[in-house]
């Protein structure tokens, strides 16, 4: 193969009016794509979760107060709708999943190199200019990876796929607090900073060797055209009404924005609320409880995603939201190691809630689903409005009276769960894709055709070549 073929054979450009069989994808053909895939989960949670740390530390190198420090939050998840709803939802519709992909990539490097010469001049502004940039990146990974997960493979197990790869997501948010806590909470100001820079600089050269792996790499692209056929598949046509008409995927893009603001709230503060009710705590030992934090969140995902095996995912998402609801309340009065404890299991409960309002609001959307997937996540956007005003109630009333702000969205972020299993015009897509058996029998119905096993880009784009083995194996 020349260097021409080469280039033509990695080409970005799908065409999404064009059946490829990948909605059609088994269990076993899925587990590459999903394993490379699941390696951005776990890269953006170690962002975020580095975020929740830097939260803190920068209050105490640079300063400032908790409201203020919220703005890593606002810049952050502020720039997600931009990729979401603009530039990544372009890509996602007019190239493809792969392509999106590395334009995320390629955000999130170039604004880690550009935090290293902010971070050097003492710029918060700049910092968060670069973190802008960096979530712009992240947003547009989401905007992406999030719902080819729950599309590659069969439909039936899209919950549990986004859950167990959002596990990884999970385990990055345990790592990160931990590293902070040694790299950045142990040092004088000075060098602690120091540490920032390499840290980035770490960080920038992974995500673009990373965006070269992709670039390298044979997945299956799923059109427009595969969710319409998936969508029939399963009878849960929602795809039949125009977009603007899919209330569903609104009302999931309204309980995503309230969740996650709520999550991004707690875990922001989280340092702050146990040096307030632990006097005698560090921030070195308050970081740490913080990683402990995040492992009972990443745990709940692994737990969520074997219950959801055996009930309903539905039914999990609305026990889990309403029992952070029930633990968040008492830990608004509660101090020292009774409120801590509540807010670990608050975190444990939070763990299943983001990916299944993802999968569950995706649901039926068909040709919808790209574009759809973009408002979902740009509920993400959540985390730069409730982050700052739990910060200004904390910094009046003390961060444990603050936990009051999360609770009022978490209440509303429940009449989605409320809704997709009381209300049939939620329940019903939900529930017909938990049965169908799309993706389930296809390896034993290319057995009976004579079909041999073939590497999974050959199964995706090219089914002339199908055609021909289908026909030679049945004459």
Not at 92 to 120: E, N, Q
Not at 163 to 168: K, P
Not at 245 to 257: E, G, M, T
Not at 433 to 458: A, L, N, R, Y
Request: hydrophobic share 45%; aromatic share 14%; glycine share 10%.
């Amino acid at each position: 193969m020349g260097f021409k073929d080469f280039i033509q054979s990695r080409s970005l450009k799908v065409k999404d009016n064009k059946r490829t069989k990948a909605a059609e994808l088994t269990l076993r053909e899925s587990i590459y794509p999903i394993a490379l895939v699941t390696i951005l989960f776990f890269l953006w949670g170690f962002s975020y979760g580095l975020l929740d740390t830097l939260n803190k530390h920068f209050q105490n190198t640079l300063h400032i107060t908790k409201a203020r420090s919220a703005g890593l939050q606002g810049a952050y998840f502020g720039a997600y709708p931009l990729a979401s709803l603009g530039h990544a939802n372009w890509i996602l519709r007019h190239y493809g999943y792969r392509a999106t992909f590395m334009w995320g990539l390629f955000l999130y490097g170039v604004g880690a190199f550009i935090a290293i010469p902010c971070i050097k001049a003492h710029s918060f502004g700049g910092f968060c200019t670069a973190i802008a940039i960096v979530g712009s990146g992240l947003g547009s990974l989401e905007t992406a990876a999030n719902p080819y997960i729950t599309v590659c493979g069969p439909p039936k197990y899209s919950e549990l796929r986004i859950n167990f790869s959002q596990a990884f997501n999970g385990i990055g948010t345990v790592i990160a607090p931990v590293l902070g806590s040694y790299v950045f909470f142990t040092f004088d100001d000075a060098t602690a900073l120091e540490n920032v820079q390499w840290v980035y600089v770490a960080i920038g050269i992974f995500v673009f060797l990373l965006a070269l792996a992709f670039f390298l790499s044979r997945i299956p692209e799923i059109t427009d055209a595969d969710m319409a056929f998936q969508a029939t598949e399963t009878h849960a046509n929602a795809d039949d009404k125009p977009f603007w008409k899919q209330y569903r995927l609104f009302h999931a893009a309204f309980a995503q924005f309230c969740y996650t603001g709520a999550q991004i709230a707690i875990a922001s503060y989280f340092i702050n609320y146990v040096r307030d009710t632990q006097p005698w705590s560090t921030d070195a030992s308050a970081a740490r409880f913080l990683s402990g934090a995040q492992g009972a969140f990443a745990g709940g995902r692994f737990f969520g995603s074997f219950i959801m095996n055996f009930i309903r995912p539905r039914w999990v998402f609305l026990a889990f939201l309403t029992s952070c609801i029930i633990f968040i309340g008492p830990a608004i009065t509660q101090e020292g190691w009774t409120g801590m404890s509540l807010l670990y299991v608050v975190l444990f409960f939070e763990s299943i809630c983001f990916p299944t309002i993802v999968a569950l609001g995706m649901r039926g959307l068909g040709r919808h689903t790209k574009r759809g997937s973009g408002w979902i996540i740009a509920g993400v956007s959540g985390g730069a409005v409730v982050p700052p005003l739990t910060g200004v109630a904390a910094d009046n009333l003390g961060t444990g009276r603050a936990m009051v702000v999360p609770l009022v969205f978490f209440v509303a972020a429940l009449s989605y769960a409320v809704a997709v299993n009381f209300i049939p015009a939620y329940r019903d897509p939900a529930d017909a894709f938990s049965v169908t058996e799309v993706g389930m029998t296809h390896d034993v119905e290319d057995e009976e055709k004579g079909i041999p096993e073939k590497m999974v880009d050959e199964k995706l784009g090219e089914s002339e070549h199908i055609s021909d083995n289908v026909t030679k194996g049945t004459s």
